[in-house]
């Protein structure tokens, strides 16, 4: 059976879930950066997919922190932007508080509980009517020889899922974005 519990984080809601007593890793994924993409769908059927036994065998492994709405006042205001002005995907000001306090809740959770994978979905694909791609980060991003293995083989079948179009450099390694982090 798999343990589903929520944290609190300032005003982010994070959900966990795991069946291990000592788990493998953490995995986190995080939606709802901007109000105009539908990628909280994406967290939503993950969670859906969790509970089901091949989601199940996966919690016997690894511990799974999802953060379904990164950016609540970007969402009530009906904003791609926080309640302060900013993008939180373009400038995740980890270290300010005062002005960013989501980038910084979200960077102390994941400095007291750091994942062994990170994944970010956004879907602006239906913003802007373009193809889905995903934002492959360039092999240097990653330490040792598995986990770079591993990549390789997900780039390969998100590629594939995206019917070839995806996109690599600079906007997938932007200096300020938590993925670069």
Not at 73 to 90: H, P, Q
Not at 133 to 147: E, F, K, N, T
Request: proline share 7%.
């Amino acid at each position: 059976n798999s343990l589903c519990f929520c944290s609190i984080i300032f005003l982010l809601e994070v959900i966990s879930f795991s069946s291990s007593p000592s788990p493998r890793g953490r995995i986190l994924l995080t939606t709802g950066c901007h109000t105009a993409e539908t990628d909280v769908v994406a967290s939503q059927s993950i969670i859906n997919w969790l509970v089901s036994p091949t989601g199940l065998d996966l919690l016997r492994h690894y511990h799974v922190d999802i953060l379904p709405l990164s950016n609540p006042d970007g969402f009530a205001d009906k904003s791609c932007l926080t309640a302060n002005g900013i993008n939180l995907y373009w400038n995740f000001i980890k270290d300010d508080m005062a002005n960013c306090p989501e980038s910084y809740h979200l960077w102390q959770y994941i400095r007291r509980h750091p994942p062994l994978l990170y994944l970010d979905f956004h879907a602006y694909v239906h913003q802007y009517h373009r193809h889905p791609m995903p934002y492959l980060q360039d092999l240097s991003a990653y330490r040792g020889v598995y986990p770079k293995h591993l990549v390789k083989q997900m780039d390969r079948l998100l590629i594939r899922q995206s019917g070839g179009f995806y996109r690599c450099g600079r906007l997938a390694m932007w200096p300020y974005s938590l993925s670069y982090f």
